[in-house]
Nanobody
Framework: QVLLVESGGGLVQAGDSLRLSCAGS????????MGWFRQAPGKEREFVAA????????YYADSVKGRFTISRDNAKNTGYLQMNRLKPEDTALYSC???????????????????WGQGTQVTVSS
């Protein structure tokens, strides 16, 4: 069992930055691929970013590439999502997730993740 707790969300203006954190506990954090997903009201959950076990490889949705950066500190059992140049369309509930057994072509699929946090709300005003 892995417990994930997100923090760092809030209300910001377009162009601002936020850094989300995902604190993990329970099992060895470094054994899991970590992903960030978001869901806006009335929309499906969508992939934002993912990072491999050691942090050596990262993946991004086209909509956030160049603006968001995913990272992790396995010594602290924590993952991060640095979000820059935020846009109103980034408004959503952001959740982190952990996957124990996943291939690189599956990292964008939410049903491949084993554990989820409760999410943290990000609201970007225009």
């Amino acid at each position: 069992q892995v417990l994930l707790v997100e923090s760092g969300g809030g209300l910001v203006q377009a162009g601002d930055s936020l850094r989300l954190s995902c604190a993990g506990s329970g099992r060895t954090f470094s054994d899991y691929v970590m992903g960030w997903f978001r869901q806006a009201p009335g929309k499906e959950r969508e992939f934002v970013a993912a990072i491999t076990w050691s942090g050596g490889v990262t993946y991004y949705a086209d909509s956030v590439k160049g603006r968001f950066t995913i990272s992790r500190d396995n010594a602290k059992n924590t993952g991060y999502l640095q979000m820059n140049r935020l846009k109103p369309e980034d408004t959503a509930l952001y959740s982190c997730a952990a996957a124990r057994w996943i291939t690189t072509d599956q990292v964008k699929a939410p049903d491949r993740y084993d554990y989820w946090g409760q999410g943290t709300q990000v609201t970007v005003s225009s």
